[in-house]
């Protein structure tokens, strides 16, 4: 008797393990392994890379093209609702669904996805921490067909701009030192020496950064295996650079993407009040008038 009640509460023990792993902003590889085909959730990668998700990807999940599916192909914008609320509902999500989304570069346009679904009114969404690289390293599943989900029927709210930084704002917010700004690119861009990384061809006329922005590169908030790092962590890598949630934050980086990263970690898992500027410095750097810091006197020449 005594042996048959002990392994039941190790089993109700162990459900509530895999339950509770489903709380939170993230979920474990561990908790998404044991839950795959479950008709509750949909996975969705989003990865930079061309063809990795062709190559194998989490068995079910759907791929979302991170510069067709979340961003409107004419317009410098978001997806907009219809098209975005069609796409999500290709793949199988109803209002009930819990998305789960990861990709290559430890989330980085992944956080890009949960950030474009979260202005959109979609609660239930999280990240695989560690992404690709997690699961793969683990030596998970890995599965090349492509699914074919019954069609869902999730409804999205209309856009709700607040959590996204416009020009405006970000230059008010430089003049009046109201929110707390945080450049999440190398320490190269944010100095000015360089205007873009090596090979990427969205660029600005003016090099450095928004004036009175801090520097905490957006891969600071990761550790070695992808894995965000402890919320204490976190804390204290942006409390050393002044960013304590006392203040309204925005994020920003070159084209918005890897500033969701940040966003990420600065909203969802430490809980602060954020805005993603997804303008960037594509936007900020080729404004006219605009306060900016270039330590390094970079001068844009055109070639």
Same mark, same amino acid.
């Given at each position: 008797?005594?042996?048959?009640?002990? @392994? %039941? =509460?190790?089993?109700?023990?162990?459900?509530? !393990? &895999?339950?509770?792993?489903?709380?939170? #902003?993230?979920?474990?590889?561990?908790?998404?392994?044991?839950?795959?085909?479950?008709?509750? @959730? %949909? =996975?969705?990668?989003?990865?930079?890379?061309? !063809? &990795?998700?062709?190559?194998?990807?989490? #068995?079910?999940?759907?791929?979302?093209?991170?510069?067709?599916?979340?961003?409107?192909?004419?317009?410098?914008?978001?997806?907009?609702?219809?098209?975005?609320?069609?796409?999500?509902?290709?793949?199988?999500?109803?209002?009930?669904?819990?998305?789960?989304?990861?990709?290559?570069?430890?989330?980085?346009?992944?956080?890009?996805?949960?950030?474009?679904?979260?202005?959109?009114?979609?609660?239930?969404?999280?990240?695989?921490?560690?992404?690709?690289?997690?699961?793969?390293?683990?030596?998970?599943?890995l599965d090349s067909a492509v699914p074919a989900p019954a069609a869902g029927t999730v409804t999205l709210a209309e856009a709700n701009n607040d959590l996204r930084a416009f020009l405006p704002e970000v230059v008010a917010a430089s003049d009046s030192g109201s929110h707390a700004i945080v450049d999440i690119r190398s320490a190269n861009e944010y100095s000015g020496t360089i205007i873009a990384p090596e090979g990427f061809q969205e660029t600005a006329i003016r090099a450095g950064h928004v004036t009175g922005a801090v520097n905490v590169p957006w891969s600071s908030a990761v550790a070695e295996d992808g894995r965000f790092k402890s919320p204490d962590e976190l804390r204290a890598i942006y409390a050393a650079a002044g960013v304590d949630g006392s203040k309204p934050v925005i994020t920003y980086c070159r084209i918005g993407e890897r500033s969701s990263h940040t966003w990420f970690a600065l909203s969802r898992i430490l809980g602060y009040d954020v805005q993603n500027y997804d303008g960037s410095w594509t936007e900020y750097g080729n404004s006219v008038g605009v306060p900016v810091t270039n330590p390094a006197g970079t001068v844009w020449t055109g070639l």
């Open positions: 008797m005594f042996l048959r009640k002990l @392994i %039941a =509460v190790g089993a109700i023990a162990l459900m509530a !393990g &895999v339950a509770n792993a489903n709380e939170g #902003p993230l979920v474990t590889t561990e908790w998404l392994e044991e839950n795959l085909g479950s008709a509750d @959730i %949909a =996975v969705i990668e989003v990865s930079v890379n061309p !063809g &990795v998700y062709e190559r194998g990807h989490i #068995p079910g999940a759907v791929n979302f093209a991170w510069h067709t599916d979340l961003v409107d192909p004419v317009r410098r914008d978001i997806a907009t609702r219809e098209d975005l609320q069609a796409r999500l509902q290709a793949a199988g999500v109803s209002d009930d669904t819990t998305i789960i989304l990861y990709g290559d570069t430890n989330n980085w346009f992944a956080a890009w996805g949960a950030w474009v679904f979260d202005v959109y009114g979609l609660e239930d969404v999280k990240l695989l921490d560690g992404g690709r690289v997690a699961w793969e390293a683990e030596g998970r599943p």
